[in-house]
């Protein structure tokens, strides 16, 4: 069966393979995600021996995911602001100073910024093998068998659903205004870039309620249907997955007991 348009836009983040954690249950991943994501914001950062292990753990399920890691280092780019914030740390960071070049650094900085950027790079990077691995369908189904209020996961669907259309139609909003030999080059093009998402903010609401008369015509009553057979999930399956959030607790714990590297 043919692709649709608007099947493709839904799905630019899930790569279809056939592997075991395709095959996981969207509900099982997120716990698993969840679970690993907690045992690596618990590490202390001096523990450098315990973020190898766990970059070699993620490269693992990349692996066993049968996703290369050049899909992945282009959505590693969404951490940019966290890079950005870590390398002001050593700069005003406080406490004893150590010369790195020709400037001096905060040590505590230092340490900090280095936390701060492997655990969010380490946290990105399970965030995109789930991303990868799970449809968007999938994804909510997954958070209605968690039981998340039902509010969070309707929103949830309608932001995975039609964030991609509101993009599409901020770039015919940009091709329009090229058309008509708009440039955005320096402060004078903000006025009519802020009058642009002002539009485009419009554009939005108005289809979201356009949407929402169209639901109702349609029998919504402020539930969303469930759309998978709620089948249960056999044991050797969860204890499977509950293996890759129990590595990543062991050695958050051995971190913790004994500490970093001069620990």
Known sequence: MPTTTSSVLTERLYVSRESRIHGLPAHVKILVVLGSVVAIVATPPTAVWAFLLYFVLVRLLLLAAH?????????????LPFVVFALLLPVFGTGPRVSVGPVTLSEAGLWAAWGLL???????????????????????????????????????????????????????????????????????AWPMLGRSLGALFIRAYERGERVH??????????????????????????????????????????????????G
């Not at 050049?70 to 780019?77: F, G, H, I, K, N």
């Not at 990868?132 to 669907?157: I, K």
């Not at 509101?166 to 329009?176: I, L, P, Q």
């Not at 509950?242 to 607790?249: D, G, H, L």
């Open 67 to 79: 996703i290369p890691f050049r899909t992945v280092a282009p959505r590693l780019l969404v951490e």
């Open 118 to 188: 492997a655990k969010a790079t380490l946290g990105v990077m399970l965030s995109v093998i789930l991303a990868s691995t799970t449809s968007t369908a999938d994804f909510v189904n997954g958070l209605q068998r968690l039981r998340l209020p039902e509010v969070l996961v309707q929103m949830t669907a309608a932001m995975v659903r039609y964030v991609n259309v509101v993009v599409d139609e901020w770039h015919r909003m940009s091709r329009a205004r090229e058309a008509r030999g708009f440039e955005a080059r320096g402060p004078r």
């Open 213 to 262: 008369l169209a639901m109702l015509a349609r029998g919504y009553s402020g539930r969303m249907p469930e759309l998978d057979s709620r089948a249960t999930v056999p044991l050797a399956t969860w204890l499977a997955a509950a293996s890759v959030p129990v590595c990543f607790a062991v050695v958050a714990v051995l971190a913790n007991m004994l500490g970093g590297l001069g």
